[in-house]
Protein backbone atom coordinates (compact mmCIF):
# COMPACT_ATOMS: atom_id res chain seq x y z
CA UNK A 1 0.00 0.00 0.00
CA UNK A 2 3.13 2.48 0.69
CA UNK A 3 3.37 2.14 -3.06
CA UNK A 4 0.00 3.88 -3.79
CA UNK A 5 0.47 7.91 -4.51
CA UNK A 6 -2.92 9.75 -3.87
CA UNK A 7 -1.86 12.34 -6.99
CA UNK A 8 -1.89 9.21 -9.26
CA UNK A 9 -4.99 7.81 -7.95
CA UNK A 10 -6.41 11.25 -8.18
CA UNK A 11 -5.47 11.46 -11.62
CA UNK A 12 -6.83 8.32 -12.37
CA UNK A 13 -10.73 8.59 -10.94
CA UNK A 14 -10.91 11.76 -12.47
CA UNK A 15 -10.20 10.57 -15.91
CA UNK A 16 -12.36 7.52 -15.60
CA UNK A 17 -15.33 10.31 -14.35
CA UNK A 18 -14.15 12.31 -17.56
CA UNK A 19 -14.61 9.53 -20.09
CA UNK A 20 -17.79 8.34 -18.33
CA UNK A 21 -19.02 11.72 -19.53
CA UNK A 22 -17.78 10.74 -23.28
CA UNK A 23 -20.49 8.07 -23.44
CA UNK A 24 -23.38 10.26 -22.89
CA UNK A 25 -21.35 12.93 -25.02
CA UNK A 26 -21.33 10.36 -27.45
CA UNK A 27 -25.19 10.37 -26.90
CA UNK A 28 -25.87 14.27 -27.65
CA UNK A 29 -23.40 14.23 -30.18
CA UNK A 30 -25.56 11.29 -32.37
CA UNK A 31 -28.64 12.39 -31.20
CA UNK A 32 -28.99 15.61 -32.88
CA UNK A 33 -27.79 14.05 -35.91
CA UNK A 34 -30.72 11.97 -36.84
CA UNK A 35 -34.11 13.04 -37.35
CA UNK A 36 -36.82 14.13 -34.42
CA UNK A 37 -38.16 10.99 -34.40
CA UNK A 38 -35.47 8.65 -33.70
CA UNK A 39 -33.46 11.00 -31.09
CA UNK A 40 -34.96 9.08 -27.98
CA UNK A 41 -33.68 5.86 -29.20
CA UNK A 42 -30.57 6.77 -30.78
CA UNK A 43 -29.72 8.73 -27.28
CA UNK A 44 -30.74 5.04 -25.64
CA UNK A 45 -28.24 3.31 -27.48
CA UNK A 46 -25.05 5.23 -25.70
CA UNK A 47 -26.93 5.70 -22.41
CA UNK A 48 -27.90 1.93 -22.28
CA UNK A 49 -24.10 0.69 -22.44
CA UNK A 50 -23.69 2.45 -18.84
CA UNK A 51 -25.57 -0.41 -17.75
CA UNK A 52 -24.96 -3.43 -19.33
CA UNK A 53 -21.11 -3.26 -20.48
CA UNK A 54 -20.73 -2.22 -16.97
CA UNK A 55 -22.15 -5.37 -15.22
CA UNK A 56 -20.19 -7.37 -18.16
CA UNK A 57 -17.04 -5.90 -17.35
CA UNK A 58 -17.46 -6.54 -13.72
CA UNK A 59 -18.40 -10.37 -13.39
CA UNK A 60 -15.91 -11.31 -16.33
CA UNK A 61 -14.68 -8.73 -19.14
CA UNK A 62 -12.38 -7.11 -17.04
CA UNK A 63 -10.63 -11.03 -16.23
CA UNK A 64 -10.58 -11.71 -20.23
CA UNK A 65 -9.00 -8.85 -21.02
CA UNK A 66 -6.68 -7.67 -18.50
CA UNK A 67 -5.82 -11.44 -15.98
CA UNK A 68 -2.82 -13.66 -16.42
CA UNK A 69 -2.38 -14.36 -20.35
CA UNK A 70 -3.16 -17.93 -21.69
CA UNK A 71 -1.23 -18.05 -24.92
CA UNK A 72 -1.06 -14.62 -25.46
CA UNK A 73 -5.08 -14.49 -27.17
CA UNK A 74 -7.44 -14.10 -23.54
CA UNK A 75 -6.90 -13.53 -19.84
CA UNK A 76 -7.70 -15.75 -17.45
CA UNK A 77 -10.68 -15.99 -15.04
CA UNK A 78 -8.71 -14.98 -12.05
CA UNK A 79 -10.21 -12.11 -11.45
CA UNK A 80 -13.95 -12.90 -12.35
CA UNK A 81 -16.45 -11.24 -10.24
CA UNK A 82 -13.57 -8.66 -9.42
CA UNK A 83 -11.90 -11.60 -6.88
CA UNK A 84 -8.80 -9.98 -5.70
CA UNK A 85 -9.22 -6.56 -7.60
CA UNK A 86 -8.87 -4.51 -4.35
CA UNK A 87 -7.26 -1.51 -3.06
CA UNK A 88 -3.44 -3.59 -3.70
CA UNK A 89 -1.70 -2.09 -7.01
CA UNK A 90 -1.80 -4.35 -10.30
CA UNK A 91 2.17 -3.61 -10.10
CA UNK A 92 2.16 -5.09 -14.06
CA UNK A 93 -0.05 -2.15 -15.43
CA UNK A 94 0.08 0.39 -12.36
CA UNK A 95 2.07 0.19 -9.32
CA UNK A 96 0.78 3.66 -7.84
CA UNK A 97 -2.88 3.21 -8.10
CA UNK A 98 -5.46 0.69 -6.48
CA UNK A 99 -6.42 -2.15 -9.01
CA UNK A 100 -9.71 -0.92 -8.60
CA UNK A 101 -8.65 2.32 -10.19
CA UNK A 102 -7.24 0.82 -13.11
CA UNK A 103 -10.44 -1.63 -13.65
CA UNK A 104 -12.72 1.26 -13.25
CA UNK A 105 -10.73 3.59 -16.01
CA UNK A 106 -10.87 0.48 -18.27
CA UNK A 107 -14.51 0.07 -17.88
CA UNK A 108 -15.36 3.22 -19.48
CA UNK A 109 -13.34 2.36 -22.34
CA UNK A 110 -15.20 -0.65 -22.71
CA UNK A 111 -18.49 1.46 -22.02
CA UNK A 112 -17.82 4.05 -25.19
CA UNK A 113 -16.81 1.61 -27.82
CA UNK A 114 -20.06 -0.41 -28.74
CA UNK A 115 -21.97 2.95 -28.03
CA UNK A 116 -20.19 4.10 -30.83
CA UNK A 117 -20.91 1.54 -33.36
CA UNK A 118 -24.35 2.20 -33.03
CA UNK A 119 -24.11 5.73 -34.96
CA UNK A 120 -24.05 3.64 -38.20
CA UNK A 121 -27.43 1.46 -37.90
CA UNK A 122 -29.44 4.51 -36.30
CA UNK A 123 -33.22 4.75 -37.45
CA UNK A 124 -33.45 0.99 -37.76
CA UNK A 125 -32.16 -1.63 -35.21
CA UNK A 126 -33.82 -3.45 -32.97
CA UNK A 127 -33.38 -2.50 -29.26
CA UNK A 128 -33.49 -6.31 -28.34
CA UNK A 129 -31.26 -7.52 -30.75
CA UNK A 130 -29.00 -4.23 -29.90
CA UNK A 131 -28.69 -5.30 -27.04
CA UNK A 132 -27.64 -8.73 -27.65
CA UNK A 133 -24.98 -7.48 -30.00
CA UNK A 134 -23.32 -5.12 -27.70
CA UNK A 135 -22.82 -7.43 -24.92
CA UNK A 136 -21.57 -10.31 -27.37
CA UNK A 137 -19.27 -7.59 -29.25
CA UNK A 138 -17.90 -6.98 -25.96
CA UNK A 139 -16.94 -10.31 -24.66
CA UNK A 140 -16.20 -11.77 -28.65
CA UNK A 141 -14.50 -8.37 -29.93
CA UNK A 142 -13.43 -5.91 -27.73
CA UNK A 143 -12.05 -8.02 -24.63
CA UNK A 144 -10.02 -10.46 -26.93
CA UNK A 145 -8.29 -7.29 -28.64
CA UNK A 146 -7.82 -5.24 -25.72
CA UNK A 147 -5.80 -8.25 -24.51
CA UNK A 148 -3.67 -8.52 -27.33
CA UNK A 149 -2.77 -5.12 -27.47
CA UNK A 150 -2.68 -3.75 -23.83
CA UNK A 151 -2.44 -6.84 -21.70
CA UNK A 152 1.16 -8.22 -20.25
CA UNK A 153 1.75 -10.93 -23.03
CA UNK A 154 -0.79 -10.11 -25.41
CA UNK A 155 0.51 -11.21 -28.26
CA UNK A 156 0.28 -7.70 -30.40
CA UNK A 157 1.84 -6.05 -27.15
CA UNK A 158 4.62 -8.89 -27.25
CA UNK A 159 5.58 -7.74 -31.06
CA UNK A 160 5.38 -4.28 -30.18
CA UNK A 161 2.58 -2.89 -31.64
CA UNK A 162 2.22 0.99 -29.99
CA UNK A 163 -1.42 2.28 -28.80
CA UNK A 164 -1.33 5.01 -26.18
CA UNK A 165 -5.42 5.06 -25.60
CA UNK A 166 -7.58 2.85 -27.70
CA UNK A 167 -6.76 3.69 -31.66
CA UNK A 168 -7.14 -0.12 -32.41
CA UNK A 169 -8.75 -1.07 -29.16
CA UNK A 170 -11.06 1.23 -29.17
CA UNK A 171 -11.23 2.77 -32.88
CA UNK A 172 -10.66 0.55 -35.18
CA UNK A 173 -12.70 -2.57 -33.53
CA UNK A 174 -15.89 0.02 -33.72
CA UNK A 175 -15.57 1.76 -36.88
CA UNK A 176 -14.70 -1.76 -38.72
CA UNK A 177 -17.84 -2.90 -37.08
CA UNK A 178 -19.60 -0.27 -37.87
CA UNK A 179 -19.58 -0.36 -41.81
CA UNK A 180 -19.94 -4.14 -41.18
CA UNK A 181 -23.42 -3.19 -39.67
CA UNK A 182 -24.73 -0.73 -41.73
CA UNK A 183 -23.73 -3.09 -44.92
CA UNK A 184 -25.71 -5.92 -43.54
CA UNK A 185 -28.64 -4.24 -42.19
CA UNK A 186 -28.94 -2.09 -45.47
CA UNK A 187 -29.91 1.77 -45.84
CA UNK A 188 -32.65 3.53 -44.31
CA UNK A 189 -36.10 3.54 -45.86
CA UNK A 190 -35.69 6.50 -48.37
CA UNK A 191 -32.17 6.91 -48.51
CA UNK A 192 -31.13 9.63 -50.68
CA UNK A 193 -34.86 10.05 -51.99
CA UNK A 194 -36.01 11.77 -49.27
CA UNK A 195 -34.52 14.25 -46.53
CA UNK A 196 -32.44 12.89 -43.24
CA UNK A 197 -31.24 16.12 -41.75
CA UNK A 198 -30.46 16.73 -38.44
CA UNK A 199 -32.84 17.41 -36.11
CA UNK A 200 -30.81 19.25 -33.72
CA UNK A 201 -27.43 20.37 -34.61
CA UNK A 202 -26.68 22.38 -31.27
CA UNK A 203 -26.95 19.14 -29.60
CA UNK A 204 -24.24 17.88 -32.02
CA UNK A 205 -22.27 20.28 -30.86
CA UNK A 206 -22.60 20.55 -26.90
CA UNK A 207 -21.73 16.22 -27.69
CA UNK A 208 -18.71 17.44 -29.20
CA UNK A 209 -17.58 20.07 -26.57
CA UNK A 210 -18.19 17.17 -24.02
CA UNK A 211 -16.50 14.28 -26.04
CA UNK A 212 -13.25 16.78 -26.66
CA UNK A 213 -13.38 17.69 -22.67
CA UNK A 214 -13.66 14.34 -21.83
CA UNK A 215 -10.89 13.07 -24.09
CA UNK A 216 -8.21 14.68 -22.19
CA UNK A 217 -9.29 11.64 -19.50
CA UNK A 218 -8.78 9.26 -21.83
CA UNK A 219 -5.63 10.19 -23.70
CA UNK A 220 -4.20 11.91 -20.78
CA UNK A 221 -5.59 9.08 -18.16
CA UNK A 222 -3.57 6.57 -19.91
CA UNK A 223 -0.52 7.78 -18.97
CA UNK A 224 -1.84 6.05 -15.85
CA UNK A 225 0.09 8.79 -13.40
CA UNK A 226 -0.02 12.53 -12.79
CA UNK A 227 3.19 13.02 -14.43
CA UNK A 228 5.25 14.38 -17.55
CA UNK A 229 3.81 11.88 -20.12
CA UNK A 230 -0.05 12.85 -18.96
CA UNK A 231 0.41 16.29 -19.73
CA UNK A 232 2.47 15.03 -22.99
CA UNK A 233 -1.02 13.25 -24.02
CA UNK A 234 -3.25 16.18 -22.91
CA UNK A 235 -1.09 18.37 -25.09
CA UNK A 236 -1.35 16.23 -28.14
CA UNK A 237 -4.90 15.66 -27.79
CA UNK A 238 -6.04 19.30 -28.01
CA UNK A 239 -3.57 20.65 -30.38
CA UNK A 240 -4.42 17.12 -32.77
CA UNK A 241 -8.41 18.07 -32.44
CA UNK A 242 -8.17 21.40 -32.97
CA UNK A 243 -5.57 21.09 -36.29
CA UNK A 244 -8.26 18.68 -37.55
CA UNK A 245 -11.62 20.46 -36.90
CA UNK A 246 -10.41 23.61 -39.15
CA UNK A 247 -8.89 20.53 -41.74
CA UNK A 248 -12.45 19.13 -42.16
CA UNK A 249 -14.06 22.73 -42.02
CA UNK A 250 -11.82 24.05 -44.76
CA UNK A 251 -12.16 21.05 -46.52
CA UNK A 252 -16.02 20.90 -46.45
CA UNK A 253 -15.97 24.41 -47.25
CA UNK A 254 -14.09 24.45 -50.53
CA UNK A 255 -15.89 21.31 -51.40
CA UNK A 256 -18.78 23.05 -50.84
CA UNK A 257 -18.56 26.56 -50.91
CA UNK A 258 -19.58 27.34 -46.80
CA UNK A 259 -17.79 26.76 -43.01
CA UNK A 260 -20.03 23.30 -42.29
CA UNK A 261 -20.18 23.80 -38.48
CA UNK A 262 -21.35 19.93 -38.16
CA UNK A 263 -18.48 19.80 -40.58
CA UNK A 264 -16.09 21.14 -37.75
CA UNK A 265 -17.60 19.22 -35.07
CA UNK A 266 -16.94 16.17 -36.96
CA UNK A 267 -13.46 17.10 -37.92
CA UNK A 268 -12.66 17.81 -33.98
CA UNK A 269 -13.66 14.00 -33.41
CA UNK A 270 -11.59 12.84 -36.56
CA UNK A 271 -8.71 14.23 -34.74
CA UNK A 272 -9.18 12.97 -30.89
CA UNK A 273 -9.37 9.48 -32.98
CA UNK A 274 -6.57 10.03 -34.90
CA UNK A 275 -4.18 11.41 -32.36
CA UNK A 276 -5.47 8.68 -29.52
CA UNK A 277 -2.98 5.73 -30.71
CA UNK A 278 -0.35 8.17 -30.58
CA UNK A 279 -0.71 10.54 -27.56
CA UNK A 280 1.88 9.35 -25.25
CA UNK A 281 4.40 8.48 -28.10
CA UNK A 282 5.18 12.00 -30.07
CA UNK A 283 6.21 15.39 -29.76
CA UNK A 284 3.49 18.40 -30.67
CA UNK A 285 4.11 19.35 -33.63
CA UNK A 286 3.84 15.63 -34.96
CA UNK A 287 0.42 16.19 -33.67
CA UNK A 288 -0.69 18.77 -35.03
CA UNK A 289 0.42 16.79 -38.19
CA UNK A 290 -1.76 14.10 -37.28
CA UNK A 291 -4.85 16.25 -36.64
CA UNK A 292 -4.16 17.56 -40.15
CA UNK A 293 -4.18 14.25 -41.38
CA UNK A 294 -7.09 12.47 -39.71
CA UNK A 295 -9.08 15.80 -40.65
CA UNK A 296 -8.31 15.42 -44.21
CA UNK A 297 -8.42 12.07 -44.29
CA UNK A 298 -11.70 11.33 -42.80
CA UNK A 299 -13.37 13.97 -44.26
CA UNK A 300 -12.11 12.61 -47.96
CA UNK A 301 -13.64 8.85 -46.49
CA UNK A 302 -17.05 10.15 -45.56
CA UNK A 303 -17.16 12.47 -48.67
CA UNK A 304 -15.67 10.49 -51.66
CA UNK A 305 -16.05 7.00 -50.45
CA UNK A 306 -18.77 6.27 -47.88
CA UNK A 307 -21.88 8.15 -48.69
CA UNK A 308 -24.29 7.61 -50.98
CA UNK A 309 -22.83 4.23 -51.29
CA UNK A 310 -23.39 2.91 -47.88
CA UNK A 311 -26.17 4.13 -45.22
CA UNK A 312 -23.43 4.54 -42.71
CA UNK A 313 -25.77 6.86 -40.81
CA UNK A 314 -23.52 8.93 -38.30
CA UNK A 315 -20.15 8.28 -40.33
CA UNK A 316 -19.15 6.04 -37.39
CA UNK A 317 -16.60 3.66 -39.67
CA UNK A 318 -15.31 7.20 -42.03
CA UNK A 319 -14.71 9.06 -38.79
CA UNK A 320 -13.48 6.13 -36.16
CA UNK A 321 -12.61 3.57 -38.62
CA UNK A 322 -10.39 5.48 -41.35
CA UNK A 323 -9.40 8.10 -38.29
CA UNK A 324 -8.30 5.06 -35.79
CA UNK A 325 -6.33 3.78 -38.92
CA UNK A 326 -4.81 6.91 -39.87
CA UNK A 327 -3.47 7.34 -35.82
CA UNK A 328 -2.31 3.72 -35.90
CA UNK A 329 -0.54 4.32 -38.26
CA UNK A 330 1.01 7.66 -38.01
CA UNK A 331 2.58 6.77 -34.78
CA UNK A 332 4.63 4.22 -36.45
CA UNK A 333 5.83 7.39 -38.55
CA UNK A 334 6.01 9.60 -35.88
CA UNK A 335 6.79 8.23 -32.72
CA UNK A 336 9.87 9.10 -30.60
CA UNK A 337 11.31 7.81 -27.46
CA UNK A 338 12.50 11.19 -26.52
CA UNK A 339 8.56 11.80 -25.59
CA UNK A 340 8.17 8.16 -23.68
CA UNK A 341 11.14 5.88 -23.37
CA UNK A 342 8.77 3.17 -22.61
CA UNK A 343 7.41 3.17 -26.52
CA UNK A 344 10.24 2.61 -29.25
CA UNK A 345 10.98 5.55 -32.41
CA UNK A 346 9.15 5.46 -35.29
CA UNK A 347 9.82 5.76 -39.23
CA UNK A 348 11.34 9.42 -38.94
CA UNK A 349 13.85 8.33 -36.22
CA UNK A 350 15.04 5.87 -37.88
CA UNK A 351 13.06 2.60 -36.97
CA UNK A 352 11.30 1.76 -40.58
CA UNK A 353 10.17 -1.95 -38.94
CA UNK A 354 7.42 -0.18 -36.38
CA UNK A 355 5.50 0.76 -39.23
CA UNK A 356 5.25 -2.34 -40.58
CA UNK A 357 4.19 -3.64 -36.93
CA UNK A 358 1.40 -0.66 -36.47
CA UNK A 359 0.26 -2.09 -40.08
CA UNK A 360 0.05 -5.46 -38.66
CA UNK A 361 -2.06 -4.65 -35.46
CA UNK A 362 -4.12 -2.43 -38.31
CA UNK A 363 -4.88 -5.41 -40.76
CA UNK A 364 -5.31 -8.17 -37.60
CA UNK A 365 -7.85 -5.53 -35.74
CA UNK A 366 -9.97 -5.11 -38.64
CA UNK A 367 -10.40 -8.20 -40.25
CA UNK A 368 -10.70 -10.31 -37.08
CA UNK A 369 -13.63 -7.10 -36.15
CA UNK A 370 -15.51 -7.59 -39.51
CA UNK A 371 -15.56 -11.11 -39.66
CA UNK A 372 -16.80 -11.75 -35.63
CA UNK A 373 -19.74 -8.38 -35.98
CA UNK A 374 -20.49 -10.31 -39.34
CA UNK A 375 -21.24 -13.74 -37.67
CA UNK A 376 -22.97 -11.98 -34.76
CA UNK A 377 -25.30 -9.72 -37.43
CA UNK A 378 -26.54 -12.94 -39.20
CA UNK A 379 -26.84 -15.27 -36.02
CA UNK A 380 -28.85 -12.47 -34.26
CA UNK A 381 -30.81 -12.11 -37.35
CA UNK A 382 -32.02 -15.90 -37.79
CA UNK A 383 -33.07 -15.36 -33.73
CA UNK A 384 -34.41 -12.31 -32.93
CA UNK A 385 -34.47 -10.42 -36.13
CA UNK A 386 -32.09 -7.30 -36.28
CA UNK A 387 -34.02 -4.33 -38.15
CA UNK A 388 -37.15 -2.88 -37.62
CA UNK A 389 -40.51 -3.58 -40.04
CA UNK A 390 -40.86 -0.62 -42.44
CA UNK A 391 -43.96 0.35 -40.66
CA UNK A 392 -41.91 0.92 -37.24
CA UNK A 393 -39.32 2.64 -39.16
CA UNK A 394 -41.71 4.83 -40.82
CA UNK A 395 -43.18 5.98 -37.32
CA UNK A 396 -39.88 6.53 -35.58
CA UNK A 397 -38.44 4.21 -33.29
CA UNK A 398 -39.22 6.60 -30.55
CA UNK A 399 -42.51 5.65 -30.59
CA UNK A 400 -42.67 2.43 -31.94
CA UNK A 401 -40.13 0.83 -29.71
CA UNK A 402 -40.13 3.06 -26.50
CA UNK A 403 -43.20 4.37 -26.27
CA UNK A 404 -41.30 7.72 -25.90
CA UNK A 405 -40.95 10.97 -27.69
CA UNK A 406 -37.96 13.59 -27.11
CA UNK A 407 -40.16 16.48 -27.17
CA UNK A 408 -43.61 16.98 -25.88
CA UNK A 409 -45.31 20.00 -28.87
Not at 24 to 35: D, E, M, N, S
Not at 158 to 163: E, F, K, S, Y
Request: one cysteine or more; charged letters at 10%; glycine letters at 12%.
Amino acid sequence: MDAISGADTAWILISSALVMLMTPGLAFFYGGLVRQKNALSTIMHSFVMLGLVSVLWALIGYSLAFGPSIGGVIGGLDYFGLNGVGAEPNDAYAATIPHQAFMIYQMMFAIITPALISGAFAERKRFKAFLIFSALWLLLVYVPVAHWVWAVGGWIRTLGALDFAGGTVVHITSGISALVCALVLGKRSGYGKEPMEPHNATYTILGTGVLWFGWFGFNAGSALGAGTLAVAAFVNTHLAAAMAALAWMTASWVRHKRPSVLGAAAGAVAGLVGITPAAGFVTPMAAIIIGFLAGVGCFAAVELVVRGRVDDALDVFGVHGVGGIIGALATGIFATTTVNPAGFDGLLYGNPGQLLTQLIAVVVTAVYAAAITYVLLKVINLVVGIRVSPEEEARGLDTSLHGETAYQI
